[in-house]
T-cell receptor
Framework: DGGITQSPKYLFRKEGQNVTLSCEQN?????MYWYRQDPGQGLRLIYY???????QKGDIAEGYSVSREKKESFPLTVTSAQKNPTAFYLC??????????????FGPGTRLTVT | ELKVEQNPLFLSMQEGKNYTIYCNYS?????LYWYRQDPGKSLESLFV?????AVKQEGRLMASLDTKARLSTLHITAAVHDLSATYFC????????????FGTGTRLQVTL
């Protein structure tokens, strides 16, 4: 049963703490992405990775970090430097670069609340 | 910088009526995607449009792409309550590999 999993579904943290959000896919996709969604807003790209051991900043990378040590996994760390981290975080994957169709498939999301 | 605009941002419509959501984008692209999001949920892929003139239909929804006008439409026919959700279009920026730029979303509410 192929898909993208994110854990946990809900996450609560105190201000000043770093927190890592998990994203795993078994679709054999090369490319993976992290988005942030605020209430009533669209999606904004945080980081993306087109291949293992490589990743690029998206539009709002400040205060976040990622790693891509395995093809299946693309964890996102929300650091204490992120000024307003409370949001809904969505992970996605796509087949990869060089294809005609870059359709992205989304995980169920993690809702992070920082107080 | 690629900009993607949707209108309207909010649409309240009666069951049985027809309506169209518009998605305009600012730079050349021939790949456009429509997604649906239910409240508190993730995004579900609806349509993939990969060429000028592409038209896809699924149930009461039909999407089309005009790359010359940089415009995609999502047409709703005889709306039913189950279609209530937020709809996003997303466009590939052909200069930046596989990055998608999302529109602001259109929140659709279908009432009896």
């Amino acid at each position: 049963d192929g898909g993208i999993t994110q854990s946990p579904k809900y996450l609560f943290r105190k201000e000043g703490q770093n927190v890592t959000l998990s994203c795993e896919q078994n679709l054999n996709h090369d490319a993976m992405y992290w988005y942030r969604q605020d209430p009533g807003q669209g999606l904004r790209l945080i980081y993306y990775s087109q291949i293992v051991n490589d990743f690029q900043k998206g539009d709002i990378a400040e205060g976040y970090s990622v790693s891509r040590e395995k093809k299946e996994s693309f964890p996102l760390t929300v650091t204490s430097a992120q000024k307003n981290p409370t949001a809904f975080y969505l992970c996605a994957s796509s087949i990869g670069v060089g294809r005609v169709n870059y359709e992205q498939y989304f995980g169920p999301g993690t809702r992070l609340t920082v107080t | 910088e690629l900009k993607v605009e949707q209108n309207p941002l909010f649409l309240s419509m009666q069951e049985g009526k027809n309506y169209t959501i518009y998605c305009n984008y600012s730079t050349t692209s021939d790949r456009l995607y429509w997604y649906r999001q239910d409240p508190g949920k993730s995004l579900e892929s609806l349509f993939v449009l990969l060429s000028n003139g592409a038209v896809k239909q699924e149930g009461r929804l039909m999407a089309s792409l005009d790359t010359k006008a940089r415009l995609s439409t999502l047409h709703i026919t005889a709306a039913v309550h189950d279609l209530s959700a937020t709809y996003f279009c997303a466009v590939i920026n052909t200069g930046t590999a596989s990055k998608l730029t999302f529109g602001t979303g259109t929140r659709l509410q279908v009432t009896l």
